[in-house]
């Protein structure tokens, strides 16, 4: 969809927008350093008739907002084998519910449901459908979300998430829509279980006694907090690694990316275990673990190539040499002539766009840490 | 029946404790966007709408963005003979999200329902809107449905008026729109009915009522949709109380448009223009 | 996508200077319809109607089906509406224009949301078994006012239609054929009827009913109101356009009024007429005198 977006630039501003961007450092269009995020506002808790809802804006103007709902929905019971023997733990386990990993809370993939509008295109668009799709890919990679919503043997809590983008689709969606749905997760919250065990699920009216669906620790970093992933778009020219392209990047970008990375639960556990006593001077620092990895067509690729002088008619090329000369020119590149990428990525460049992500003190670190500044009400 | 419509003659107080003529609280918002040509933001009682208006421009442009929509109703013919190529088209799309009612629920795009108030939104903005002066253009209206509580009609109509009115898109005046109901059941002829203003969800699920949409102060309707059984009778008593409470709708459009406007000429985005010396922006 | 061919401006000029002058083009009054004709088909619940040079079929067919999950108790109603190519090029099938979507969410509510058809009636096992009623409406001609002549075309053959007779014996339901068993009318709560007006002027001020398909061209804006003979209004759409004075409003649907009451008992008329052809013998009567008990 917007990836392939039409890019009205022309191929002297298309060359130009390259060069600057594979400089070493590069130059970007709004003067940003390459890993540098847009500004953007978020709020959360903006409609009080969700379970969690959040709301950000751009510095470009786009502009989404996420709604989260959840319903109780009876579990289809699918091993009646086990159904008898083990249902003890059930009701007691929810207490202090996350870090065990009892083996009777497994969670369905089912559970949770994201849908995207994005105004002007079509629910069933492919690129709002993919878009849909990464989304939630990220979501359920590792099964530990859809386990949340476990209430017990007979019930769960699904989850319909609504991604509506409020702008007209400006640059690639993906990273906005990845954040605003971050935090409407972690500002979800929902109603606390009275009834125990496998009864039918009854809850507390009261909202203030209400859970949050990823709960924060009081001591907020240091203590393993699990949160949803952010999934982050990621592009290459060159040699050069840049994050959060604007438009007029994408439609340069030698590759994309849309890497989905997540706070390393059980990393985190374990080194919380074993420091356990100087958890207050252990730093910060969090283990990131890749979720998934997804190759996004940039609008590049469909560009229409720039002419060299020497083929162009206007400098006195003639007709005769020009096809020849034309297939030449695909093959080497001129200096200061627009060429869409052909190809796929280099290996070490693709190693590198991951390992940037991944890094300590990194984008994905710098961008969890802003997000959990908002004030989830 | 929920909603106990016996308890409203004891004290003359309706559900939510208003007066039989008093509006529920309005809140707006005009640019609240800054990537589109026009914004607004809407609140009447709990109904929540945002709008994005894009335009008017080409609208070859348009193909890949609001347009190809199967929701995007075109209302260009409309108004006086204009025949689609001589005014702006104005195409309006709206999406309900998933969570603005109680229960989740997802309405599907191609749903007659929204395709209606899409034609309708479209036909009376472009007998208000100035469309003649942009021939072969076409205007976007992007409305977006946060959270439901009656009165949606009126509150998307409102809230594209505004947008409009951020665009900066000529218009002969404000189209206001609220609702208005009756307390009678539709059976009944009971004279002793008192009709009401602006009906939230509970009442519209259980009242009579219907939806108007005035141009500027005028007794002039734009848009008049029942959807009710009721006592002719009833009519008139309701249609009324409708058209005064669309006065009263425009007032709070007019303050919120003005209010901003003042705001950004004292931060100096605008400069103050001439014209607006007789809009006491001081 | 074919378009209509839009009259010419001189066209749209004479037409709008002549009802400056109180004059329409066929010479017709302003609230005066066009000559309405209503015949009924040989089998139950097939109506044909005329109003000038529009024209409109409806059937009505009836099945046993299961009833929607979330509402057991009541029957299955849906009224489908297509304009193709016959009824005008600038209809395609398969891609609903404003026209036929705004038409059948006139229908919609004039007929069923109304409740003129009991759908509780419909139904035979509660969750389980019900009657689907579907209603067919095919425009054959189009010359304006669709709407009034659709919604007559389809309350006409509902109330025409008979579905089999059925009977439930210990669990077993047995749906009776019309030799078996006189088949039942449906159980018809009102008849609405939709009245279009259409306005013309810089201000709306001239109202017409039962504009033809040039008036419909020119006009500024329409307001359908859909009333029964009882004085109720079911339904008022007035969808955008130039903006009407309301007190204008009020009496057109003062008006619309009479002409549903006109329509009722036209329609009533033609009920009986056709009620007395069909009865031939009197062995009719016989049998349904037995079945009433």
Redesign the interface.
Same mark, same amino acid.
């Given at each position: 969809m917007a990836s392939t977006q039409h890019v009205l630039l022309s191929p002297a501003e298309l060359a130009y927008l390259h060069a600057a961007l594979s400089l070493t450092p590069p130059i970007r269009p709004d003067g940003r350093a390459p890993a540098q995020f847009r500004p953007l506002v978020a709020e959360t808790g903006i409609l009080p008739g969700t379970n969690g809802s959040a709301r950000i804006c751009f510095a470009d103007g786009t502009e989404a907002i996420v709604g989260v709902k959840a319903e109780v929905e009876r579990t289809r019971l699918v091993d009646g084998a086990t159904a008898g023997t083990e249902w003890k733990e059930g009701g007691s386990a929810r207490g202090e519910g996350e870090d065990d990993d009892g083996g009777d809370k497994a969670g369905d993939s089912d559970w949770v449901e994201l849908t995207v509008e994005i105004p002007g295109y079509r629910d069933d668009d492919a690129g709002t459908a993919f878009l849909a799709a990464m989304l939630s890919e990220a979501l359920l990679a590792d099964g530990a979300f859809a386990k949340r919503l476990w209430i017990n043997r007979r019930f769960h809590w699904k989850l319909y998430l609504d991604v509506l983008l409020i702008s007209p689709p400006l640059s690639y969606p993906l990273p906005l829509l990845s954040l605003t749905t971050h935090l409407a997760l972690l500002a979800t919250r929902l109603p606390r279980l009275k009834s125990e065990g496998d009864e039918d699920p009854f809850f507390d009216d009261d909202w203030a006694a209400a859970r949050h669906l990823f709960p924060r620790s009081s001591s907020s970093t240091t203590k393993e907090s699990a949160r949803p992933p952010v999934t982050l778009l990621v592009m290459a020219v060159g040699n050069n690694i840049i994050f959060d392209p604007a438009k007029e990047e994408l439609a340069v970008a030698d590759v994309a990316l849309a890497v989905s990375v997540a706070e390393d639960t059980t990393a985190a556990a374990t080194t919380a275990a074993t420091m356990d006593l100087d958890d207050a001077a252990a730093p910060a620092a969090r283990s990131l673990r890749l979720l998934s990895i997804r190759t996004i067509d940039p609008p590049s690729r469909l560009t229409p190539p720039g002419v060299p002088n020497a083929a162009n008619s206007a400098y006195g090329a003639t007709t005769a040499q020009k096809q020849p000369e034309a297939r030449t020119a695909e093959a080497e590149a001129v200096e200061g002539v627009w060429r869409a990428p052909r190809g796929g990525a280099k290996p070490l460049v693709m190693a590198a766009l991951v390992q940037k992500v991944l890094e300590k003190g990194g984008v994905a670190d710098e961008i969890l840490d802003a997000l959990d500044a908002v004030d989830l009400g | 029946m929920p909603l106990d419509t016996s308890a409203y003659s004891l004290a003359l107080l309706r559900v939510d404790g208003r007066r039989w003529n008093e509006l529920r609280r309005i809140h707006a918002q005009i640019r609240t966007?800054?990537?589109?040509d026009g914004s607004s933001y809407l609140e009447i009682g709990?109904t929540?709408v945002?709008c =994005?208006v894009?335009g008017p421009s080409e609208p070859g442009s348009?193909r890949?963005?609001?347009?190809?929509?199967?929701g995007?109703?075109?209302?260009g013919a409309?108004?006086?003979?204009a025949?689609q190529s001589k005014g702006a088209e104005v195409a309006v799309?709206i =999406?309900i999200?998933?969570?603005?009612? /109680?229960?989740?629920k997802?309405t599907?795009?191609g749903d007659?329902?929204i395709?209606?108030l899409q034609?309708?939104?479209?036909?009376? +903005?472009?007998?208000s809107l100035h469309t003649h002066l942009f021939p072969h253009s076409a205007i976007?209206i992007?409305l977006?449905v946060?959270?439901q509580d009656g009165s949606l009609l009126a509150a998307l109509i409102n809230a594209a008026t505004l947008a409009c009115v951020d665009a900066g898109i000529p218009m002969t005046d404000y189209v206001a729109a609220c609702t208005a109901g009756s307390t009678s059941t539709?059976?009944a002829n009971d004279e002793a009915a008192d009709p009401l203003l602006d009906l939230n969800h509970q009442e519209e699920q259980e009242l009579p009522g +219907?939806t108007v949409a005035?141009?500027g102060g005028?007794?002039? =309707?734009? /848009?008049? =949709?029942?959807?009710s059984? /009721?006592?002719?009778?009833r009519?008139?008593g309701m249609?009324?109380v409708g /058209?005064d409470g669309c006065k009263q709708v425009r007032e709070i459009l007019d303050r919120v448009v003005r209010e901003k406007g003042r705001r950004m000429v004292q931060e100096g985005t605008v400069e103050k223009g001439v014209g607006l010396n007789d809009m006491d922006v001081d | 996508m074919p378009r209509e061919a839009e009259p010419s401006l001189n066209e749209k000029q004479f037409i709008v200077q002549a009802l400056g002058e109180k004059l329409r083009l066929d010479g017709r009054e302003f609230d005066q319809y066009r000559p309405l004709e209503l015949t009924f088909g040989d089998q139950y619940g097939v109506a044909n109607v005329t109003l000038g040079k529009t024209r409109v079929l409806a059937k009505v067919s009836a099945e046993v089906t299961v009833p929607y999950v979330d509402r057991p108790l009541d029957g299955v109603f849906t009224i489908a509406t297509e304009l193709g190519p016959m009824a005008s090029p600038a209809f395609e099938v398969g891609r609903p224009t404003e026209t036929e979507v705004l038409l059948a969410r006139l229908l919609e509510k004039t007929v069923r949301r109304s409740g003129a058809l009991d759908t509780e009636s419909l139904c035979l096992v509660a969750g389980q078994k019900c009657w689907s009623v579907r209603v067919d409406v095919h425009v054959l001609a189009h010359d304006g006012n669709l709407i009034d002549a659709s919604c007559f075309a389809v309350v006409a053959a509902l109330r025409h239609f008979r579905k089999p007779d059925t009977s439930i014996a210990s669990g077993q339901l047995t749906v009776y054929t019309p030799a078996e068993r006189e088949p039942v009318p449906l159980s018809w709560l009102h008849s609405p009827f939709c009245v279009t007006w259409s306005f013309f002027g810089d201000d709306g001020e001239t109202a017409l009913l039962d504009a033809t398909w040039a008036e419909e061209q020119v006009r500024v804006s329409s307001c359908t109101v859909s009333l029964n003979r009882h004085g109720e209004i079911c339904q008022i759409a007035k969808l955008g356009g130039v903006p009407v004075e309301a007190v204008a409003l009020l009496q057109c649907t003062a008006v619309a009024l009479t002409k549903a009451k006109e329509f009722s008992t036209f329609l009533d008329g033609k009920l009986a007429e056709d009620a007395k052809r069909r009865n031939k013998g009197g062995f009719m009567a016989e049998l349904s005198s037995e079945n009433d008990r």
């Open positions: - | 966007q800054a990537a589109a709990h929540k945002m =994005v894009t348009r890949g963005a609001i347009g190809s929509t199967g995007g109703v075109g209302g409309v108004g006086g003979g025949a799309s =999406v999200a998933g969570f603005s009612s /109680v229960d989740r997802r599907a795009r007659k329902r395709l209606e034609s309708t939104i479209s036909n009376a +903005l472009a007998a976007n992007s977006h946060l959270s539709y059976a +219907l005035t141009l005028s007794d002039r =309707v734009a /848009v008049l =949709v029942c959807e059984r /009721v006592q002719v009778s009519l008139e249609l009324a /058209v | -």
